[in-house]
């Protein structure tokens, strides 16, 4: 994939790099223009010793081991679960990230996704940028399902990239204290399906061939 301009949604920090990060960063090192937006840094749920906004920091740092330049970052501020209330102001913010961006390929949460918050940034993200191609990244642990169609080869310079962007959300490594097992596993079982080493899979939501 070349001379792309790509556009991760993220519902929320971090969200991007766990479904996308390895292949955000073989995208930017191809030379494709990549941007990333976050919708809510997720304040309400940051554990006390760390101060509410941390994840907006951590995003910026993460975001850079990809290779996503700081000027092409966006975090919005919408309150984590409250997506479903407030999705017609999150479309508005997508038909402006669409005039401003213009992209060819938009990155977003599968269609699958059981997470609220995640799947009004995929049904709404479908509704702002229909008319360009559209992969669904999966989160395994909020699907019950999922059609994986599209499959992004990777090297181990690319996992190594999402590896540590992970880390780099360092408020959040009480969640996922064995990330980088399951980064490389999931990353192992994807490519042997393909006959590759690593691969990331996508569900195919549209695909626009020029």
């Not at 292949?23 to 930017?28: H, K, L, Q, T």
């Not at 204290?177 to 690593?198: D, K, M, N, T």
Request: aromatic share 12%; with cysteine; net charge neutral.
């Amino acid at each position: 994939m070349n001379n792309q301009r790509i556009l991760i949604l993220g519902p929320h920090t971090d969200d991007g790099e766990w479904g996308a990060g390895a292949s955000i960063a073989r995208w930017v090192r191809q030379g494709n223009q990549v941007w990333y937006a976050a919708f809510s840094a997720a304040e309400e749920s940051v554990l006390a010793e760390f101060s509410p906004d941390v994840l907006r920091t951590e995003i910026v740092e993460a975001s850079s081991v990809l290779g996503i330049p700081k000027e092409n970052l966006r975090v919005f501020h919408h309150k984590v679960r409250y997506f479903p209330r407030d999705r017609q102001d999150l479309l508005e913010e997508m038909i402006r990230l669409r005039r401003e961006i213009n992209p060819t390929l938009v990155v977003l949460p599968s269609s699958y996704d059981t997470h609220q918050d995640h799947k009004v940034i995929s049904e709404e993200g479908f509704r702002a940028f229909k008319r360009c191609s559209i992969l669904g990244y999966e989160i395994p642990w909020n699907n019950r399902k999922i059609d994986l169609t599209y499959f992004q080869q990777l090297d181990e310079e690319d996992i190594a990239s999402k590896v540590r962007a992970i880390a780099a959300y360092k408020s959040q490594a009480f969640r996922n204290p064995h990330y980088e097992e399951f980064i490389r596993s999931l990353a192992v079982q994807r490519g042997f399906q393909v006959g590759c080493r690593y691969a990331e899979a996508y569900e195919v939501i549209r695909w626009v061939a020029h």
